[in-house]
């Protein structure tokens, strides 16, 4: 039976619970805190591989399932170490490559020894669109939610701190990883980089974690206050609520990653990061007073939204003011569409 921690900042944490599949649906539907589970896929195949060979076992299981196509994999400069982030230029530090996975794969084998190998870091693939009965055997049942599904591969690797939109279920297949995480209001002492140039899709924080310059970023230290770290080995896995930030390290030769994305909300509903971008090409900039002006329709409509901005209409009447559906949803979508194309 599966073993639910709860986290500590002084990792690793002592205080567990007995989970059984019921009681962690529960506690899924219902933390807004991180938890480990420790060896909820401990008889994974997968998981099972990756204790051969040093991880070469993995390799040779997943090369069974791999689809004949080719495969993007992200490579970094040779001994520039595992960090995946900008270069002085704020350019990335890495290149992407494409190529089958037995050709990456054997380019890992070539390198486990060097002391500059270069990293090589397959990221958030799609398990379906690249592996043929991986799925059916390594998975979870996450109670009918609607997950999307992906693996990451790779040699040694830090991935700087970001957070994500949906809930996130991440289980440590292969090697061992540190998770360093921090709850959304911490957003403003990591120093978030630019929003649409990014190593990943998503800001991430320019703050070293191996070596943190507290002079130039000085919150940086009220962030650690709130941090929390769990260290995660083969089986074991992490659940990472929506918007959490998290600073991820792979600290063996070879690594394997499977997370489970979903969201709660429907699915008619809008991203709401798209909504940011677009307040700052519609609103940021304007002056001042015209600014306050809009944010207080903001606040009206959108963030205290209640029966104060409908109860003078009457029932029928009041359209996308009303809590949405999938009808109402799909014609407000339709109408920013047609008005973003002009």
């Excluded at 979870?140 to 830090?158: K, N």
């Excluded at 002056?287 to 901005?309: E, I, M, N, Q």
């Amino acid at each position: 039976m599966a073993e639910a921690v709860s986290l500590r900042r002084e990792m690793p944490a002592t205080v567990e619970v007995q989970a059984d599949p019921a009681e962690l649906d529960e506690r899924l539907r219902s933390s807004s805190s991180p938890f480990v589970v420790r060896g909820i896929a401990r008889d994974w195949p997968l998981v099972r591989s990756g204790l051969e060979e040093g991880g070469g076992g993995a390799r040779t299981y997943l090369l069974r399932h791999a689809r004949k196509r080719q495969f993007e994999v992200n490579i970094g400069q040779p001994g520039a170490g595992g960090r995946l982030f900008y270069d002085e230029q704020m350019r990335m530090n890495f290149r992407m490559g494409r190529a089958t996975l037995a050709d990456i794969f054997a380019g890992i084998d070539a390198n486990l020894d060097k002391p500059d190998a270069p990293v090589i870091y397959f990221s958030s693939l799609n398990i379906h669109d690249y592996f043929d009965g991986l799925h059916e055997a390594n998975h979870l049942d996450l109670f009918g939610r609607e997950t999307r599904d992906s693996i990451w591969i790779g040699t040694r690797t830090e991935i700087a701190a970001h957070n994500d939109i949906p809930d996130n279920l991440a289980v440590c297949a292969v090697g061992k990883r540190r998770f360093t995480l921090f709850p959304p209001e911490a957003f403003g002492d990591l120093y978030l980089g630019p929003l649409e140039n990014t190593p990943a899709g998503r800001a991430v924080s320019m703050v070293d974690f191996s070596n943190p310059d507290f002079n130039r970023f000085p919150r940086f230290g009220r962030a650690l206050e709130q941090a929390q770290v769990a260290e995660l080995g083969p089986g074991d896995a992490l659940f990472i609520p929506s918007q959490w930030f998290h600073h991820v390290v792979g600290l063996d030769n070879f690594n394997v990653l499977v997370n489970y994305w979903w969201r709660d909300t429907p699915r008619f509903l809008g991203d709401p990061e798209l909504a940011l971008l677009h307040a700052i090409l519609a609103v940021r900039d304007l002056p001042d007073d015209v600014r306050h002006r809009w944010k207080a329709l903001f606040d009206h409509y959108v963030f205290t939204a209640g029966t104060a901005s409908t109860a003078h209409l009457p029932e029928g009447t009041r359209g996308i003011l009303d809590p949405l559906n999938s009808e109402s949803a799909g014609r407000l979508r339709a109408y920013l569409l047609r008005s973003l194309s002009k």
